[in-house]
Nanobody
Framework: QVQLVESGGGLVQAGGSLRLSCAAS????????MGWYRQTPGQQRELVAV???????NYADSVKGRFTISRDNAKNTVYLQMNSLKSEDTAVYFC????????????????WGQGTQVTVSS
C-alpha cells in the first residue's frame, strides 16, 4: 500500500506563488514517475508536470516558464513551484506516482493523492 499526501495548496492572488509538496510513503521499492495533475469541475484531469526518476521533465504548455517541478528521491517527495499564478490555474491539484512495490517484480502501479485545492483570485 502506497500513500501520496499533498500539501501547500491555498488561496493566492494572481501573480503570486505557491509551492506544492507530495510525499510518498508505504511499501515502496522505487518510484519511477512523480508529478502533478489538476482538475476543475466539468473538466478532465490534465497533466501539469511530471518528472522521471532520472530527472526528465514534461510540462503542460500552459504552465511552461511559470511552474517548476522537482523531486527529492531520498525523501520520495515531489514539489511543484508555481509562480506568476493566474486565475486559470485554479483547480484541485493531484499528486501522481508510478511505484514499484517489490524487489521481486518490476511491475509498477499508479497511485494518486487526495488532491489539494489551489485558488487564484484576480
Amino acid at each position: 500500500q502506497v500513500q501520496l499526501v499533498e500539501s501547500g495548496g491555498g488561496l493566492v492572488q494572481a501573480g503570486g506563488s505557491l509551492r506544492l509538496s507530495c510525499a510518498a510513503s508505504g511499501t515502496i521499492f522505487s518510484i519511477n514517475v512523480m508529478g502533478w495533475y489538476r482538475q476543475t469541475p466539468g473538466q478532465q484531469r490534465e497533466l501539469v508536470a511530471v518528472v522521471s526518476s532520472g530527472g526528465i521533465t514534461n510540462y503542460a504548455d500552459s504552465v511552461k516558464g511559470r511552474f517548476t517541478i522537482s523531486r527529492d528521491n531520498a525523501k520520495n517527495t515531489v514539489y511543484l513551484q508555481m509562480n506568476s499564478l493566474k486565475s486559470e490555474d485554479t483547480a484541485v491539484y493531484f499528486c501522481y506516482a508510478t511505484v514499484r512495490v517489490a524487489r521481486s517484480s518490476t511491475a509498477e502501479y499508479r497511485y494518486w493523492g487526495q488532491g489539494t485545492q489551489v485558488t487564484v483570485s484576480s
